[in-house]
């Protein structure tokens, strides 16, 4: 990591570290101190919603159990009870339907109700199918004041939940069951937006208030599962909590939930949250800054100077840095172009030893390259030359005797002439090798002084002699005449043998079916090559090759002693080269 960035990391641990610290410990003093005042107003309200509701069903209740002890319902005929039933939903404003029931829920008159063209104000009409819902949802035991609540409910077409009561004698007998609308109830309830108030029955289902845009499926779950009960609470965290009360209503099992989140706490978190924001923003655009300044005034000189360190690394001696400082960074550029100078020097002298060094070695390299090829082709024109003296000893008597034979053949008549000039023209040609082996093995071979022949027809002869020896084997033998006149200076009968016995080798080694391709090509150094092409690499693992070998020998050993030279195919090609001196196209 570079140092100034290290510095610029650590000037803004220093200062921004302090900076978040103080802006935690602010925003955790002022949501607490923030919390409290919501709590205690939402606890205040739950409380005063609950008692309300609790004070308001009483009193409807107790009501309705006053008109209901006006006559003694068991004895009364029944137009005082249907009068006694209208009387109480008109003197009643929240009283929808009334009903007189007896012990098993049934009704002993026809239920009354304010019908459509009876309604004045804001109260709801009633229907038969409102009165058989509340016969239906009727509480059938009652407290020890006579008085029960049934759970509430929507009725079809109403605008507001209903809670069926019932009051009457706790020994029994006829009593007076009525569909009581929480229309007041909802209106208290409607219209917040800083918080939700929700009125929960027993099963913590919402009669009213459900609809708040504050409040969640999710969240009421989250709240009854709690188990709280006449307190506040607080759900959630950060800016997604959310707080409360939850207080039980008097006189029943319904609960009042206040809920909202705690705008005061967020508003005084984010303002604080945001002015640490801004204050952070500010102390990184300082330290920033401070780390450029140092970048600028240090850094960036001590990069050019590892840059010129690293370009004399790689041998540029000449280089030198331009850094002018006053301090220890200047005395160290000071020194690199000093040791830049020193090592520079160096190397002008080392450059002119390995010089002159080279031009020695090249020179020593060219003399024993030159006396190692004179040893090599010494010793292989040697050895062919010793054995060609070995072969001509022994082959001079039998050619002098067949010869001798042949003329007394021809002298006496009576034979096939030609069949005696057919052999008296091999035994000729045996002889000629014999007197070149014997050239070769008294040293009278001299390449230099040799006369410039046609190559072609010696190639062809050479082809001629060897196709019975490989087609025997099943190798074909395809000879390219040359387009012309072909001059090397050869001596004929010496490579006409050599190039008969490198065809026989390289049949040797070849497989049944296969052909061999001889023509004559320019090589690439200007001279004249006889090239041997087979369709298959020579297979070198081969008995017969391997029996070949002494005749491959032989060849290389004429043909280098006559100043030819032979290229053996590498792995990019199979062809085998035989490039000959002083080789050139002769114009027609």
């Known amino acids: 990591m570079r140092i100034w960035l290290r510095l610029t990391l650590m ?69 005082r009870r249907v009068g006694l039933l209208r009387a109480t939903y008109k003197a009643i404003d929240d009283v929808v339907s009334v009903a007189l029931v007896d012990a098993n ?10 019908r459509p063209g009876e309604v004045t104000g804001d109260r709801e009409a009633g229907s038969d199918q409102r009165v058989d819902m509340l016969l239906k949802n009727q509480p059938r035991t009652l407290d020890s004041d006579g008085i029960s609540y049934g759970a509430p409910y929507v009725p079809p077409g109403a605008l507001n939940p209903v809670v069926p009561v019932s009051v009457g004698q706790r ?20 219209g917040r937006s800083e918080a939700a108030a929700v009125l929960l029955d027993g099963f913590g289902k919402p009669i009213v208030g459900g609809d708040h845009p504050f409040l969640q499926g999710q969240d009421l779950g989250l709240i009854l599962d709690l188990g709280l009960l006449n307190t506040t609470f607080l759900v959630g965290e950060g800016d997604d909590a959310r707080q409360g009360a939850l207080y039980a209503v008097p006189y029943t099992d319904w609960k009042v939930l206040v ?22 923003v500010v102390v990184f655009a300082v330290v920033l800054l401070a780390g450029l300044v140092i970048e600028r005034t240090l850094t960036r000189s001590v990069l050019q100077l590892v840059g010129h360190a690293g370009r004399v690394t790689e041998g540029d001696y000449a ?8 301090d220890e960074i200047g005395d160290l550029a000071q020194a690199l172009n000093y040791m830049s100078q020193r090592l520079e020097t160096s190397a002008a002298e080392i450059a002119t030893y390995q010089t002159d060094l080279a031009a020695r070695v090249v020179a020593r390299t060219r003399d024993l390259e030159r006396a190692q090829a004179q040893l090599v082709r010494g010793g292989q ?62 040293g009278q071979v001299d390449v230099g002084n040799a006369p410039v022949i046609d190559l072609g027809p010696v190639i062809l002869e050479a082809s ?125």
Request: hydrophobic share 45%.
């Open 259 to 280: 809920f909202g989140p705690p705008s005061a706490t967020q508003r005084a978190a984010r303002a604080i949250r945001a002015s640490t924001f801004w204050v952070l």
């Open 319 to 326: 280089l030198r840095n331009h850094v002018d400082r006053a």
């Open 11 to 79: 000037m803004a641990t220093l200062t921004l570290v302090p900076v978040l610290l103080v802006g935690f410990l602010a925003v955790r003093a002022t949501t607490d101190s923030a919390t409290r005042g919501p709590e205690d107003a939402m606890a205040r309200e739950a409380s005063t919603l609950s008692t309300f509701v609790g004070m308001w069903i009483d009193g409807q209740s107790r009501t309705l159990a006053g008109w209901q002890r006006v006559w003694d319902l068991d004895y009364t005929d029944e137009d």
């Open 105 to 114: 829920g049934d009704s002993v008159v026809a239920p009354q109700y304010l």
């Open 464 to 588: 001629a002699a060897a196709r019975p020896g490989i087609v025997t084997r099943g190798v074909g033998l395809d000879v390219v005449r040359p387009s012309g006149p072909v001059g090397v200076r050869i001596d004929p009968a010496m490579t006409r043998r050599a190039v008969q016995q490198l065809i026989e080798a390289l049949g040797a080694g070849l497989r049944d079916g296969d052909n061999l391709r001889v023509e004559v090509e320019q090589a690439s150094d200007g001279q004249m090559a006889a090239v041997f092409t087979p369709d298959s690499p020579v297979s070198a693992a081969s008995d017969d090759w391997k029996a070949a070998g002494m005749r491959l020998w032989a060849a290389r050993g004429l043909l280098e002693a006559a100043g030819a030279s032979v290229q053996e195919p590498d792995e990019t090609s199979r062809a085998w080269r035989v490039v000959f001196p002083g080789g050139t196209w002769i114009a027609r």
């Open 171 to 190: 020994a029994g007998g006829v009593r007076m069951v009525a569909e009581v609308s929480l229309a007041p109830i909802s209106r208290v309830f409607a």
């Open 381 to 442: 024109i040697a050895a062919v030359a010793e054995m060609g003296a070995g072969l001509a000893h022994e082959l001079n008597n039998p050619l002098a005797a067949i010869l001798g034979q042949v003329q007394l053949l021809r002298a006496q008549g009576g034979h096939d002439d030609a069949a005696l000039a057919r052999l008296e023209a091999s035994a000729d040609r045996c002889r000629e090798v014999v007197d070149t082996m014997m050239r070769l093995a008294s």
